[in-house]
């Protein structure tokens, strides 16, 4: 069974920081790329970043920028997310989701989430 | 950034009703839109990719079409399940964006 699963999430002070894992089983993860996608509570899907198979951190959004760092370990089948400042507003459920084989792009698979709260 | 209009943002329907939820994007996307299904919860779920290409195991009873700026997700008769939030997204350039949402419920 493809799937994958975050891990990390937890209620941090403003300011802090906070690393957020995503492993993935069932498939070959190294042949994936992989986004990240926030969500606020009681909001939409706000996309974050784009991972390539090779770690590369090929784009992101500007709300996460210079505070936010993508990586992977494809030995462990690990995605990361370094979140360093938090503001508030970052509080939200965070995604990865798996970049589908031949679908221009599209998500087919993604974890359940980890809430992250950042308040004082 | 490319944004994407979803509408209507909330739509009340019963069982058995056609539903058509439109999503406009600023700029001509061509067909690289996906439309996705997401319950209170959980995480969204892959309905449609390419702006009208079924993924697996979804039921045909949701399709859609469209290209350029303007597309389409319908539901051909809404099912108990159906009744949950509808994300366009397109993925023509970076940033990648989604719409804001359309709630589909119960009347």
């Known amino acids: 069974q493809e799937h994958l699963v975050e891990s990390g999430g937890d209620v941090v002070q403003p300011g802090r920081s906070l690393r957020l894992s995503c492993g993935g089983a069932g498939f070959v993860f190294m042949s994936y790329t992989f986004h990240w996608v926030r969500q606020a509570p009681g909001k939409g899907l706000e996309w974050l970043a784009v991972i390539l198979y090779d770690g590369t951190n090929k784009a992101h959004a500007d709300s996460v920028k210079g505070r936010f760092t993508f990586s992977r370990d494809n030995s462990k089948n690990t995605l990361y997310l370094q979140m360093d400042s938090l503001r508030t507003e970052d509080t939200a459920v965070y995604y990865c989701a798996r970049v589908m084989v031949g679908g221009q792009g599209a998500f087919d698979i993604w974890g359940p989430g980890t809430k992250v709260i950042v308040s004082s | 950034d490319i944004q994407l209009t979803q509408s209507p943002s909330f739509l009340s329907a019963s069982l058995g009703d056609r539903v058509t939820i439109t999503c406009r994007a600023s700029?001509?996307?061509?067909?690289?839109l996906a439309w996705y299904q997401q319950k209170p919860g959980k995480a969204p779920d892959l309905l449609i990719y390419s702006a009208s290409t079924l993924q697996s195991g979804v039921p045909s009873r949701f399709s859609g079409s469209g290209s350029g700026t303007e597309f389409t997700l319908t539901i051909s008769s809404l099912q108990p399940e159906d009744f949950a939030t509808y994300y366009c997204q397109q993925l023509r350039s970076y940033p990648l964006t989604f719409g804001g949402g359309t709630k589909v419920e119960i009347k």
């Open positions: 700029q001509d996307i061509n067909n690289y």
